[in-house]
């Protein structure tokens, strides 16, 4: 994954560090499921799943560069369980990182990095919108102890919008880098931007 997407699903708990206190469950609701998303057999959507189609994407770090934003194709099985949101969960080196679940409207998800000697990283991040035609996630990265200059945390954002069916000669997982080119998130195979990539 390109380092301007690096970190950008991993984050954790904000809320036990300016929560209210008064010690109250979180909101749960039942979830409208949208026509082409795969429900669980309860009904309820178990993992946030995008509208298949050509996603553009930018974040914080990639603005703050100059940089312009990517362009992603979602499939239908793009978004799975165990890989969402381009988040793989489970234990990646020495991070750990969660699936999102569902907390009141939005998406909820908690990682931990360990670097032994150094701080650990310990993130959340949360989702918001629709999925359908925008979702942005927000990220509060905390370090133990803290950087050397006295930083304790950082703060990122996601932001995306569908724009429109992804086009013929791109494949799901396909990431358009401007500059780059195509790479596929998949397989991670790189390949020159084609013009038709912008059909």
């Given at each position: 994954m390109p380092a301007m997407l690096a970190g950008l699903f991993v984050?954790?708990?904000?809320?036990?560090?300016?929560?209210?206190g008064d010690g109250d469950a979180p909101l749960r609701s039942e979830v409208v499921t949208p026509p082409d998303a795969a429900p669980s057999p309860a009904g309820r959507l178990d993992h946030p799943r995008r509208r298949p189609g050509l996603w553009e994407i930018r974040n914080s770090a990639s603005e703050q560069?100059?940089?312009?934003?990517?362009?992603l194709c979602v499939g239908?099985?793009?978004?799975?369980?165990e890989h969402h949101?381009?988040?793989?969960v489970g234990k990646r080196g020495a991070c750990t990182l969660g699936a999102f679940r569902r907390e009141g409207l939005g998406w909820v998800a908690d990682s931990v990095c360990r670097d032994t000697g150094?701080?650990?990283?310990?993130?959340?991040?949360?989702?918001?919108?629709?999925?359908?035609?925008?979702?942005?996630?927000?990220?509060v990265v905390f370090y133990s102890p803290p950087l050397p200059?006295?930083?304790?945390?950082?703060?990122?954002?996601?932001?995306a919008r569908w724009l429109r069916a992804c086009p013929s000669n791109q494949k799901p997982a396909d990431l358009t880098i401007p500059g780059m080119g195509v790479l596929n998130m998949l397989d991670g195979g790189l390949r020159p931007e084609s013009p038709h990539t912008h059909e």
């Open positions: 984050a954790l708990p904000a809320a036990a560090a300016d929560g209210d560069l100059g940089l312009e934003p990517v362009k239908d099985q793009t978004d799975t369980p949101l381009d988040r793989q150094r701080s650990t990283i310990v993130s959340q991040s949360t989702v918001s919108g629709d999925l359908q035609s925008h979702y942005r996630i927000d990220t200059n006295n930083r304790r945390e950082d703060r990122e954002y996601t932001e």
